[in-house]
């Protein structure tokens, strides 16, 4: 029912948008937002874009309030189709010049003629918050001996990382440059500096405190990478003599 009003607003797959699907509602209302209404400053949509918060309804109710949508926020199809109205009402007043003069036939000809563009990317038909994604994920930690976050994407990212840095072409051709040798460093047996009062709380604050100097380390790294990299430029200067001027 939506298809008509999506293909007209150039939207990216008018033909497989499901308003049931809870992740094809929330990215429309976003990319809808971003592309056509553009109601809120672009600081402001923090809030809307963060589609896999929980906080996300409140948002999008927020949102609804700030254009005074009339329907009923929790019936979606409806509030899809005003959206979706709205959008073209902008689309054409920001494009009158261009659409005053267009009739059914050309638009047909011209959907006829363009090419059909395919979605080879298998990452894009995935369901991130599904049960079988959730259990795949964290079956993977697992075997990775990465302890899984309560929120499955967070442990994702942890996964990425280790991936990145560990499991890399380079780092498994030259193990020793990526897994330090040596004594371990005995976190939980160094100074705080402080004191909680509680034993958990003093080893959580010990780790945070090691993982603050890491990224300290690697922020000075990139800093020290930078100072290199125009102590290079500035030390040996290029200029053409041909665009010197003697006297006046």
Not at 78 to 98: I, P, T
Not at 119 to 137: I, K, M, Y
Not at 163 to 174: D, M, V, Y
Request: neutral net charge; charged residues 30%.
């Amino acid at each position: 029912m939506f298809r008509r009003k999506l293909t007209a607003l150039e939207y990216m797959n008018p033909d497989s948008f499901n308003v049931n699907d809870e992740r094809n509602l929330r990215d429309l209302i976003v990319w809808l937002e971003d592309q056509k209404i553009r109601h809120y400053k672009i600081e402001d949509r923090g809030d809307l874009k963060a589609i896999d918060s929980n906080d996300w309804p409140t948002a999008y109710k927020q949102y609804l309030g700030a254009l005074n949508c009339p329907i009923n926020p929790n019936d979606r199809p409806a509030v899809v189709d005003w959206l979706l109205g709205l959008s073209v009402r902008f689309e054409y007043g920001d494009n009158a010049e261009k659409y005053k003069n267009e009739t059914a036939e050309n638009v047909t000809n011209r959907r006829q003629s363009a090419p059909k563009v395919v979605n080879t990317n298998p990452l894009d038909a995935l369901d991130f918050q599904s049960s079988e994604f959730r259990d795949g994920v964290n079956r993977l930690a697992k075997q990775l001996n990465i302890t899984p976050h309560p929120d499955h994407l967070i442990t994702l990212k942890a996964i990425s990382k280790l991936i990145r840095t560990r499991l890399s072409p380079e780092a498994l051709q030259k193990p020793g440059d990526v897994v330090h040798q040596g004594k371990p460093y005995p976190i939980f047996e160094s100074d705080l500096g402080f004191e909680t009062g509680d034993y958990v709380l003093n080893n959580a604050g010990k780790a945070l405190r090691l993982m603050y100097i890491h990224d300290l380390r690697e922020l000075q790294t990139k800093i020290n990478e930078c100072i290199v990299a125009v102590q290079t430029i500035t030390a040996n200067p290029k200029t053409d003599t041909k665009l010197g001027k003697v006297g006046r």
